[in-house]
């Protein structure tokens, strides 16, 4: 007879095999890196910002699942709305009906966009990605993409074309034809757009490796440059929206920037339904969906349902019920702020950078002869070691979960849930401050431990 399906009980028998199972069926590097560096811990429960492993031990969350868990874990708001789209039985993904939570959503979504006109929703950030690449090329007819460097906006193959990493795109070409710029860099836009065939430009207005910001003023200079040669801006906020910078999308910070597309997706999903969504001027949707015959020229099988809608619903509704932009702009710079005041205390502290709740914090070269000897030894075997030697000791000292900004890169990137409050700031900077102050005074587990990932590293090449 067969047994009648108990999801507990499963986890009961089965969830200590967890790393187990993930090497023997999933990628099974991950469990291999999680062990090297530490981080193979077992989470029992988490609820806002924090995490609980078995023994009871509280621990904060400083990455927010890569910023998808924009106000935090098992927000009681996105739970409800979620337990009532299933107890309503709504007949949902029929294909031939105009359901409303969609409607709603994007009703929503665009009073935060007042120059933009309509929403198609996916399941991701780089579906996200690939819808506007896609809306773009075929709205001006042209076929090549423009990028910034360092940019990254999803790894499928019409992101990757715009990702600016090459450890990504190696080994999966051919890619959509793109070319890549500086960040900032308005006379190489220029250039490229001379030749005639640009649809369009996509950025970050704050990139997420290294945490880097375009220049006061490019956004809008290039959107002007853009629209003289009759190509669009695609503003990437998979990252950066939904109040992570302090305001509702970053591009916001610089007056007069009006992006033809706008990618979000993480956050909306209010940490439970993946979501993505394009929005964007209406001419442009009327271009892609031109007749009748095209009213399925693109789609999502799981865009737009009910479910993913409600929980989209539901967090846009706390953003405003409980100012959740406004207490990003402000814990972030407390936190910013508090963090600053270090980089003069400790010279392996390069500096502090970021918007409301994206934050880099960059180490660089000593000046010490006995810390540069130290760092010296990590950059020879693997640049971005020492990053990795610091989150390891807020982890397994302070029960805080941070992660460096990218592969080869010395800067740890704070994205925690735009819920957290000041003592929770307070806790990371204090928390930082002891394992610098390990770092600068020769600690030897901290320094042992980096010997162990001069190892790693060494037997990786």
Same mark, same amino acid.
């Given at each position: 007879m067969t047994k009648e399906f108990d999801l507990a009980a499963l986890l009961a028998e089965r969830g200590a095999e967890r790393y187990e199972l993930h090497a023997r069926h999933l990628n099974h590097q991950l469990p291999r890196m999680l062990r090297t560096i530490g981080f193979d811990k077992v989470y029992e429960r988490a609820e806002g910002a924090h995490f609980w492993d078995a023994d009871g031990?509280?621990? &904060?969350?400083?990455?927010?699942?890569?910023?998808? /868990?924009?106000?935090?874990?098992h927000h009681p708001v996105v739970r409800? !709305? &979620?337990?009532? =789209?299933?107890?309503?039985?709504? !007949?949902?993904?029929?294909?031939?009906?105009c359901p409303p939570l969609p409607g709603l959503l994007a009703e929503r979504l665009l009073s935060y966009s007042p120059h933009l006109d309509r929403v198609f929703f996916g399941n991701s950030g780089t579906e996200a990605v690939e819808t506007a690449l896609k809306f773009a090329r075929y709205a001006t007819g042209r076929p090549r993409i423009l990028y910034c460097s360092h940019a990254f906006h999803g790894l499928t193959t019409g992101s990757l074309s715009v990702n600016g990493e090459d450890g990504f795109r190696d080994g999966f070409a051919p890619l959509l034809p793109d070319t890549a710029l500086p960040l900032g860099d308005l006379d190489a836009l220029a250039r490229e757009l001379k030749r005639g065939d640009v649809a369009a430009l996509i950025v970050e207005p704050i990139q997420g490796k290294g945490v880097h910001e375009a220049p006061p003023g490019y956004l809008r200079a290039a959107q002007e440059l853009l629209h003289r040669h009759k190509a669009l801006l695609i503003a990437d906020e998979v990252q950066t929206g939904l109040g992570r910078t302090g305001k509702f999308y970053a591009f916001q910070h610089e007056d007069g920037v009006e992006p033809d597309l706008v990618c979000v997706a993480k956050a909306l999903s209010g940490g439970y339904v993946p979501v993505g969504a394009? &929005?964007?001027?209406?001419?442009?949707?009327?271009? %892609?969906f031109s007749s009748m015959d095209r009213v399925q020229v693109h789609s999502a099988s799981f865009g737009s349902n009910a479910q993913a809608m409600a929980a989209g619903l539901a967090v846009l509704s706390v953003m405003e019920n409980e100012e959740i932009v406004a207490n990003a702009a402000a814990v972030g710079e407390r936190l910013k702020s508090r963090l600053a005041e270090l =980089?003069?205390?400790?010279? &392996?502290?390069?500096? =502090?950078?970021g918007r409301g709740l994206m934050i880099g914090i960059e180490f660089g070269r000593p000046r010490s002869l006995r810390l540069?000897?130290?760092?010296? /030894?990590?950059?020879t075997a693997r640049k971005g070691l020492f990053a990795q030697m610091v989150v390891v000791p807020l982890l397994q000292r302070?029960?805080?979960?941070?992660? =460096?900004?990218?592969?080869?890169?010395? %800067?740890i990137k704070l994205i925690p849930p735009l819920i957290i409050d000041t003592a929770d700031a307070d806790r990371f900077v204090d928390a930082f401050t002891e394992v610098m102050d390990d770092a600068h005074n020769g600690g030897g587990l901290l320094w042992d431990f980096g010997k162990t990932l001069v190892r790693q590293a060494v037997a990786n090449r």
């Open positions: 031990n509280d621990y &904060l969350d400083m990455l927010a699942g890569f910023a998808v /868990m924009g106000l935090g874990r409800k !709305a &979620l337990h009532d =789209v299933l107890d309503a039985s709504l !007949a949902d993904l029929t294909r031939f009906d394009t &929005l964007g001027k209406d001419w442009i949707f009327q271009k %892609v =980089v003069d205390r400790y010279e &392996l502290l390069a500096g =502090v950078r540069r000897s130290r760092w010296t /030894m990590l950059q302070h029960r805080i979960l941070t992660q =460096v900004s990218g592969d080869h890169l010395e %800067v």
